[in-house]
């Protein structure tokens, strides 16, 4: 595949802020995701509602030949979106049997295929998945009115009596009186200007809850993903994916489920989840090991032996307390060829072709400034960095004497801890979970980073080398005015599990945490590419940014 450079440039947004307005927690877009067509764009957010922005392509209004005799060109009428409707789709909840409260916050929002022109739209939180309809309606707005409205003839002669004064003038022979005849021709209109003024139509859409697929999950939801049948979908979580029909909401098939018995031999957890995009019978699952599990649900109705395994060979070295942790995949998205997968890591993006499991075909750095940088410069740190680096001695001066498994992983520990991810991980940064995007040709992909920045890659050569963007009308400037938010505590995980530990606040305080940078806390997470043009919707906080090349 060869890419060219592409020119990106600030399209739209969305929900921009001001500097001194403060970022409510329940406006912060947790969710994007665009239509087969990519003329609706849905917007989920951590207060349960789902926004619907529609494209209002000025093109889209001329026929073919007053397009070539106007010169419209694909650099000059990139597609414009519109604020269209919203709708509120979850509510917190309680369970009580497990004393367990439920966030209304959107997990994913996924488009669901129809063979005709209705629109349905997936919603999830941690538990529930609704499936909605959206019922386009015109609303006619009156923009000038008159206070005797001509309505019928009729009517308003038999109702004579009650507006005709002067009762006792003579009626002409057809029984009508000349003067009410008189007032018709002075207080009606004609019909054609009654229509001129009531002719302002807006278009808008009303969302009615149609199935809603609930109780079939223990853990958190992350993924959703719709066949290609048009019949069948699947939602994961953790530990488990289920396989659903549309049209029954009271009962799925479970195709996989990693759950140990006993949870303490618990060693990885379901990240991410799709189905293949041309065969209905594949799907791909992604887990905290950093493997991506390819399966064929025609071998078995349980799919517990995987048709295949991606895993980079070069992750198979020494660990670390910290290598676990980033190797993590955070999302996986199939190309539309079928044959390669993106994935994205806390450090990489990664090109996998379904035909080689040891290793990937391009790996993309998206943040490696992150990984050797100082932990810390202030005398405390320094103290701490010298008695690291007297471990260390006194660890390579052992190795000669049958150095151990256990030394040499905490070898790599303390190496690791000079490092700016033990930053990461005193403010839960390390557990970041980073969107990935694909351009509809394949030849690009996105996706986010720290200081709320957007990096694209061309489908070449993997580097650290792509083009970076900054979420801002102003992209291609060097310096960030960044606006930090509150850190919020992390959520108990499964995914602790898996390494052995739990924590559920900030237990380790860095001595140096007055000096972490605010780029930290301005993120980029989530983003969705254009089907067919190359558009790109991103999220910062609650502001939704569209840039177009």
């Not at 912060?28 to 494209?55: M, Y």
């Not at 920045?453 to 400037?477: D, M, Q, V, W, Y």
Request: proline residues 3%.
């Amino acid at each position: 595949m060869t890419s060219s450079v592409l020119q990106w440039r600030f399209s739209q947004v969305f929900g921009e802020r001001s500097p001194d307005e403060e970022l409510q927690d329940v406006d912060i877009i947790s969710s994007i995701e665009f239509d087969k067509t990519g003329d609706h764009l849905a917007v989920g957010d951590r207060g349960g509602r789902v926004v619907i922005f529609q494209r209002n392509d000025d093109t889209h209004n001329h026929s073919r030949s007053e397009m070539e005799r106007l010169d419209f060109t694909s650099t000059e009428h990139l597609p414009a979106y519109h604020y269209k409707s919203e709708f509120q789709s979850h509510e917190p909840e309680f369970d009580y049997l497990k004393s367990l409260e439920i966030e209304e916050k959107i997990n994913r929002v996924k488009w669901c295929p129809t063979p005709n022109e209705s629109q349905l739209i997936f919603s999830t939180n941690d538990k529930t998945i609704k499936l909605w309809k959206l019922k386009e309606r015109k609303a006619r707005q009156v923009t000038e009115g008159d206070t005797n409205p001509f309505v019928c003839p009729e009517n308003v002669l038999l109702g004579e009596q009650s507006y005709i004064s002067e009762q006792d003038e003579q009626s002409v022979p057809n029984g009508y009186r000349l003067e009410w005849t008189d007032k018709i021709s002075k207080n009606t209109m004609p019909r054609q200007e009654v229509q001129t003024q009531m002719a302002n139509f807006e278009d808008s859409a009303q969302a009615k809850c149609r199935k809603v697929y609930a109780h079939a999950h223990d853990f958190n939801i992350n993924s959703i993903s719709t066949n290609s049948d048009c019949e069948t979908f699947i939602s994961a979580d953790d530990l488990r994916i289920n396989l659903w029909n549309l049209e029954i909401s009271n009962q799925c098939f479970n195709i996989i489920d990693i759950k140990p018995l006993n949870m303490e031999d618990l060693t990885e957890v379901i990240t991410s989840a799709e189905f293949h995009p041309i065969h209905c019978n594949l799907l791909a699952y992604s887990s905290s090991r950093g493997f991506i599990h390819l399966v064929d649900m025609r071998q078995s109705a349980i799919c517990d032996h995987n048709a295949r395994i991606l895993q980079d060979a070069e992750c198979n070295g020494p660990k670390s307390f910290f290598t676990e942790i980033i190797a993590s995949i955070s999302d996986i998205k199939f190309l539309n060829d079928g044959r390669h997968i993106l994935s994205r890591d806390y450090m990489n993006l990664k090109l996998w072709d379904m035909h080689m499991e040891s290793s990937p075909v391009a790996i993309f750095k998206v943040h490696e400034y992150l990984r050797p940088k100082v932990a810390g410069s202030n005398p405390a740190g320094r103290v701490v960095i010298f008695l690291i680096s007297a471990v260390l001695i006194l660890l390579s001066s052992a190795e000669k004497f049958n150095l151990t498994e256990n030394r040499r992983l905490l070898k790599f520990s303390l190496i690791f801890y000079l490092s700016e991810l033990c930053d990461l991980y005193n403010n839960d940064s390390i557990f970041d979970k980073f969107d990935c995007c694909v351009s509809g040709d394949g030849l690009h992909f996105a996706t986010g980073s720290y200081s709320n920045l957007l990096r694209i890659f061309p489908n070449s050569a993997g580097s650290e080398e792509g083009i970076t963007l900054e979420a801002s009308k102003n992209p291609l400037r060097k310096s960030h005015n960044l606006v930090g938010e509150r850190i919020r505590r992390r959520r108990s995980s499964l995914s602790n599990l898996t390494r052995g530990f739990h924590r559920p606040g900030n237990d380790i305080v860095s001595s140096h945490d007055n000096n972490l940078s605010s780029s930290l806390n301005s993120k980029l997470l989530h983003l969705a590419w254009h089907p067919t043009t190359n558009l790109i919707a991103c999220a910062s906080g609650n502001s939704l940014f569209m840039f177009c090349a």
